[in-house]
């Protein structure tokens, strides 16, 4: 079966950088330079980029290319012992994608309640109370809840006609229409964001200096943390990309411009935010808003802030939560595409077949996170995913490749392609500079968990969504690994 290409280089970076660019980078990012020194944080995140965040993009992009198949295939590709950290990326990318679809469901219930700020004055109260039917435990399901039901469904169509459309008439086409609409959207609402009384006020409080931080290994942690979590990094989308580029593609440049335009989109959504925080805090006489990451900046604190313009509430409103959505469906698509891409590859099957038994099935699975307990199991699920799943995975790609691969080979497959070689710089960061970082990470995260078990949670919900979503998706990678391909796994040069 031959392997499907992009239609140009502009589709592939748009797409790229679509996957990059995800719901994090509106609300992680902007509250990570606050907590942690503000303007001094832009010093270890931009290190933090150059390091590891444009390094493992190059390595990925590289590996992805060379071997030309999805993550399963390019590792077995490159030592079959290794397929099953292929397979363990994809199950991480699996289990986001069925609660991905989730968030971007409520970005389109929060559209039309755009239209005349339904979420009333108690926003809070509103997304838990009235919109989730928020329960207390995670185990209390308390049936469904149907608007949600009903725009998940909607996203889960997007995402099947996308994805069964194929690369270039699929996922291609669709970023070329939901990444301008983004960056046009993000601009709109910047300058009316700086535009706002107080404003300034808040700016000052995301890019002003605390260069005290800059000695504190722990910011350093969070800056690398934000850029490997911002990227894409070890979820195995960008090998399974850059597998379909052209065999004359720029590997090195095409890192660079993923890399950099991800952190510019964080910065203009920083602005954005911290400038609607600093006129709420202009309306309330200094007081800062409660909640300042997460969901809840989205659908509680930024419903608030939009209550309280002048004019132009309806108009905001909805662009905001549209770019939402345009963010999260680029990013949905490309976690989707990865694992339809994995099991086209091992078991030869048609992308229509893998397509419609994935949507069906993860659709199915993703109902779980519309119920009343929908919220608490996703931020349960969530947190070991990011802390645990993709941190470890990354942390033993990053070995693996630096220490017992040749990478030279890596360097000598697109050093022809490209505009510009990578030098020694390369080879330090991926052996030696991010493992430890991560394995800092890794440990620090573990340690973490040990001592203070996460959020108020019981011991059976964190043992049964956390730790067994975790243990599950190794077990299953092994499992995958050992089962035959069905396709030749040697590659000609």
Same mark, same amino acid.
């Given at each position: 079966?031959?392997?499907?290409?992009?239609?140009?280089?502009?589709?592939?970076?748009?797409?790229?950088?679509?996957?990059?660019?995800?719901?994090?980078?509106?609300?992680?990012?902007?509250?990570?330079?606050?907590?942690?020194?503000?303007?001094?944080?832009?010093?270890?995140?931009?290190?933090?980029?150059?390091? /590891?965040?444009?390094?493992?993009?190059?390595?990925?992009?590289?590996?992805?290319?060379?071997?030309?198949?999805?993550?399963?295939?390019?590792?077995?590709? $490159?030592? !079959? !012992? *290794?397929?099953?950290?292929?397979?363990?990326?994809?199950?991480?990318?699996? %289990?986001?994608?069925?609660?991905?679809?989730?968030?971007?469901?409520?970005?389109?219930?929060?559209?039309?309640?755009?239209?005349?700020?339904? *979420?009333?004055?108690?926003?809070?109260?509103?997304?838990?109370?009235?919109?989730?039917?928020?329960?207390?435990?995670?185990?209390?399901?308390?049936?469904?809840?149907? &608007?949600?039901?009903?725009?998940?469904?909607?996203?889960?169509?997007?995402?099947?006609?996308?994805?069964?459309?194929?690369?270039?008439?699929?996922?291609?086409?669709?970023? !070329?229409?939901?990444?301008?609409?983004?960056?046009?959207?993000?601009?709109?609402?910047?300058?009316?964001?700086?535009?706002?009384?107080?404003?300034?006020?808040?700016?000052?409080?995301?890019?002003?200096?605390?260069?005290?931080?800059?000695?504190?290994?722990?910011? *350093? %942690? /969070?800056?690398?943390?934000?850029?490997?979590?911002?990227?894409?990094?070890?979820?195995?989308?960008?090998?399974?990309?850059?597998?379909?580029? &052209?065999?004359?593609?720029?590997?090195?440049?095409?890192?660079?411009?993923?890399?950099?335009?991800?952190?510019?989109?964080?910065?203009?959504?920083?602005?954005?935010?911290?400038?609607?925080?600093?006129?709420?805090?202009?309306?309330?006489?200094?007081?800062?808003?409660?909640?300042?990451?997460?969901?809840?900046? /989205?659908?509680?604190?930024?419903?608030? /802030?939009?209550?309280?313009?002048?004019?132009?509430?309806?108009?905001?409103?909805?662009?905001?939560?549209?770019?939402?959505?345009?963010?999260?469906?680029?990013?949905?698509?490309?976690?989707?595409?990865?694992?339809?891409?994995?099991?086209?590859?091992?078991?030869?099957?048609?992308?229509?077949?893998?397509?419609?038994?994935?949507?069906? =099935?993860?659709?199915?699975?993703?109902?779980?996170?519309? =119920?009343?307990?929908?919220?608490?199991?996703?931020?349960?699920?969530?947190?070991?995913?990011?802390?645990?799943?993709?941190?470890?995975?990354? $942390?033993?790609?990053?070995?693996?490749?630096?220490?017992?691969?040749?990478?030279?080979?890596?360097?000598?497959?697109?050093?022809?392609?490209?505009?510009?070689?990578?030098?020694?710089?390369?080879?330090?960061?991926?052996?030696?500079?991010? &493992?430890?970082? $991560?394995?800092?990470?890794?440990?620090?995260?573990?340690?973490?968990?040990?001592?203070?078990?996460?959020?108020?949670?019981?011991?059976?919900?964190?043992?049964?969504?956390?730790?067994?979503?975790?243990?599950?998706?190794?077990?299953?990678?092994?499992?995958?690994?050992?089962?035959? *391909?069905?396709?030749?796994?040697?590659?000609?040069?």
């Amino acid at each position: 079966m031959k392997r499907e290409q992009w239609g140009s280089r502009s589709g592939f970076i748009l797409s790229a950088v679509g996957s990059a660019i995800g719901l994090g980078n509106i609300w992680r990012f902007p509250y990570m330079a606050y907590d942690n020194g503000g303007g001094a944080f832009l010093i270890p995140y931009f290190f933090a980029l150059l390091t /590891a965040g444009i390094p493992i993009l190059i390595l990925e992009f590289g590996i992805g290319h060379k071997m030309r198949g999805s993550a399963p295939l390019t590792f077995a590709r $490159l030592n !079959k !012992k *290794w397929e099953w950290l292929g397979w363990w990326q994809l199950s991480i990318s699996f %289990v986001i994608s069925i609660y991905y679809v989730v968030i971007i469901g409520w970005a389109f219930n929060y559209i039309w309640f755009s239209l005349s700020q339904s *979420w009333g004055t108690h926003t809070i109260a509103f997304f838990t109370e009235n919109f989730l039917g928020l329960t207390g435990s995670p185990f209390d399901f308390d049936g469904i809840r149907m &608007p949600i039901v009903f725009t998940v469904l909607i996203v889960w169509s997007i995402n099947f006609i996308v994805l069964y459309s194929g690369v270039k008439k699929g996922i291609e086409l669709s970023n !070329k229409i939901f990444m301008p609409i983004l960056i046009i959207i993000l601009l709109i609402l910047m300058i009316r964001s700086i535009t706002l009384p107080g404003a300034a006020q808040g700016l000052e409080l995301l890019f002003k200096p605390d260069f005290s931080r800059i000695f504190d290994a722990g910011v *350093w %942690v /969070a800056a690398y943390g934000q850029i490997f979590f911002s990227l894409s990094i070890a979820f195995g989308i960008m090998i399974c990309y850059s597998s379909y580029l &052209p065999e004359k593609s720029d590997i090195v440049n095409n890192a660079f411009i993923t890399g950099f335009l991800n952190c510019g989109f964080s910065l203009l959504s920083g602005i954005t935010v911290f400038g609607i925080i600093g006129f709420m805090m202009h309306q309330s006489g200094g007081e800062l808003p409660a909640k300042l990451s997460g969901v809840f900046l /989205a659908f509680a604190t930024l419903p608030e /802030a939009i209550n309280q313009l002048p004019f132009m509430q309806t108009f905001v409103g909805i662009l905001f939560f549209v770019s939402i959505v345009c963010a999260g469906m680029s990013s949905e698509i490309s976690i989707s595409e990865t694992v339809v891409s994995g099991i086209m590859d091992k078991f030869n099957l048609s992308r229509k077949k893998v397509v419609t038994g994935y949507c069906l =099935t993860a659709g199915l699975l993703s109902l779980i996170f519309t =119920t009343g307990s929908g919220l608490l199991i996703l931020d349960i699920v969530d947190h070991f995913i990011n802390n645990f799943n993709i941190v470890f995975a990354g $942390l033993i790609e990053v070995i693996l490749l630096g220490w017992f691969f040749n990478l030279n080979s890596v360097k000598d497959h697109i050093h022809p392609i490209s505009d510009f070689n990578v030098g020694a710089w390369w080879n330090f960061c991926i052996k030696i500079l991010t &493992p430890i970082v $991560l394995g800092i990470t890794a440990v620090q995260n573990f340690i973490g968990d040990i001592q203070t078990p996460y959020g108020d949670y019981s011991f059976a919900s964190l043992a049964g969504l956390g730790w067994g979503v975790w243990i599950s998706a190794i077990v299953l990678s092994l499992i995958l690994s050992l089962i035959k *391909w069905k396709i030749p796994i040697t590659i000609k040069y």
